[in-house]
T-cell receptor, first 115, second 115 residues
Framework: AQKVTQAQTEISVVEKEDVTLDCVYETRDTTYYLFWYKQPPSGELVFLIRRNSFDEQNEISGRYSWNFQKSTSSFNFTITASQVVDSAVYFCALLLYNQGGKLIFGQGTELSVKP | DTAVSQTPKYLVTQMGNDKSIKCEQNLGHDTMYWYKQDSKKFLKIMFSYNNKELIINETVPNRFSPKSPDKAHLNLHINSLELGDSAVYFC??????????????FGPGTRLTVL
């Protein structure tokens, strides 16, 4: 079965704290893609990152960083020095190569950053 | 310079009515999708089209019928609306690159409320 689990439903931090959002996925496929999307209170879905299953390099983009570990089937997302504008629901998603581009989303983690 | 647009943004209607949601993308992508986001923020794919051909057809009531007149448009028609159809519907598009899947760009969403 293919599945994405984001065990943290809600996280609340104070501005400037670092925060890590967990994502664990399940698939038996060897070729797949992992994504993170942000959904701010305004409701749109904003693409953050894509990773394919053959590329385990970690990535850093400004205050954002991602840690992909196939050994634990995890693709965690860290925000360093969080800001109030980071408040949003964050979704991790799995795309299986052999299923026509279907994105399987996790339940989402609602991050609240307080001033 | 809107990338993926949807109309209407809000749709309030009575049970039993038939309604349509329109989606257009100006990114030149060849694949388009419909997703449903329920009241708990859970996102689930409904359909996808590639160059006007239906690729993904999830377990969705046949009251829902997608129509793709060309590769830039994917409309969603819903017959005999039910209370449980109330949700936010997102259109998305992506461009397959050879044997790779790129990120999906999402429209702003259509909030459907069935009374």
């Amino acid at each position: 079965a293919q599945k994405v689990t984001q065990a943290q439903t809600e996280i609340s931090v104070v501005e400037k704290e670092d925060v890590t959002l967990d994502c664990v996925y399940e698939t038996r496929d060897t070729t797949y893609y992992l994504f993170w999307y942000k959904q701010p209170p305004s409701g749109e879905l904003v693409f953050l990152i894509r990773r394919n299953s053959f590329d385990e390099q970690n990535e850093i983009s400004g205050r954002y960083s991602w840690n992909f570990q196939k050994s634990t089937s995890s693709f965690n997302f860290t925000i360093t020095a969080s800001q109030v504008v980071d408040s949003a629901v964050y979704f991790c998603a799995l795309l299986l190569y052999n299923q026509g581009g279907k994105l399987i989303f996790g339940q989402g983690t609602e991050l609240s950053v307080k001033p | 310079d809107t990338a993926v647009s949807q109309t209407p943004k809000y749709l309030v209607t009575q049970m039993g009515n038939d309604k349509s949601i329109k989606c257009e993308q100006n990114l030149g992508h060849d694949t388009m999708y419909w997703y449903k986001q329920d009241s708990k923020k859970f996102l689930k794919i409904m359909f996808s089209y590639n160059n006007k051909e239906l690729i993904i057809n999830e377990t969705v009531p046949n009251r829902f019928s997608p129509k793709s007149p060309d590769k830039a448009h994917l409309n969603l028609h819903i017959n005999s609306l039910e209370l449980g159809d109330s949700a936010v519907y997102f259109c998305a598009s992506s461009q397959e690159a050879g044997h790779s899947y790129n990120e999906q760009f999402f429209g702003p969403g259509t909030r459907l409320t069935v009374l």
